[in-house]
């Protein structure tokens, strides 16, 4: 009777955005201008973001593989963790001049520690290499995860980097619930997906190489290192902690979004603080 009345099975479809922002389309404006300036003074750009966490092991991975006639890949039943293998953490970074993916393999906790971490990897291999003049450093990110605007320890971490740097790191995410218009989610996370489509990731060098492959027509190429270091969780960045950073808001526009960190000299710059305030769980 449903089929008769004009009825089908279907799926859901993701349409609706939910809420935005009154300023969403001016801080893509924004982010847009920042990046042609930067491009154009020969300075690095950067989107980054943790792709999702994949479970390591022989379980089903999305997509179909060409493959001979009957033979299918044989994968457990069950998705339940290894606890050997674990999952790990893939945060990427893209270079958007360049059009060049860096992928920071990590097996501990996503934290801002970690992020912070993979764009010190990614300057040692690919940026300063490519950037050796470089002036100014570009970041654009989304509005919450590891990396979010909110995220204390990833604005002391990336304090921490600019020191190391000597050049000031400028900061833009994307308004809340955008995150699908960062560059390096199309770019770079959708071209990995599409390369290891049916692959079960078996272990860690299985991961390392089939996003060390991945290759597009318009002359994408990615590098993946692995990231050993334990991430500590639970690291809470007090305000008195804050007061010491360097930090320059863009108070003309959204500077809880955009805002610059200038690095500190170093006959004044602290170290690392060795009390940060540890949250019990």
Known sequence: MLKKLGFSLQ?????KEGSEHRDRDAQFEYIKSLVDARKCDGNPVVSVDTKKKETVGDFKNGGRELRPKGDPERVRVHDFVDKEKGKVNPYGVYDIARNHGFVSLGISADTAEFAVGALRKWWSAAGLPNYPDAKSFLVTADGGG??????RLWKWCLQQFANELSIPITVAHYPPGTSKWNPIEHRQFAQISMNWRGKPL??????IGLI?????KTGLNIE???DQKTYQTGIRITKKDMRTLNIKPN???????????IP??????????????????
């Open 146 to 151: 590891s990396n979010g605007y909110r995220v």
């Open 224 to 226: 993946c290192h692995l």
């Open 202 to 207: 078996y272990d860690i060098a299985t991961i």
């Open 264 to 281: 500190i000299p170093k006959s004044v710059c602290q170290e690392p603080n060795p009390d940060f305030q540890i949250l019990q769980s």
């Open 212 to 216: 060390s492959s991945t290759r597009t």
């Open 11 to 15: 799926a859901n479809s993701k349409q």
């Open 251 to 261: 108070f003309e526009f959204h500077p809880e979004w955009n805002y610059t960190i």
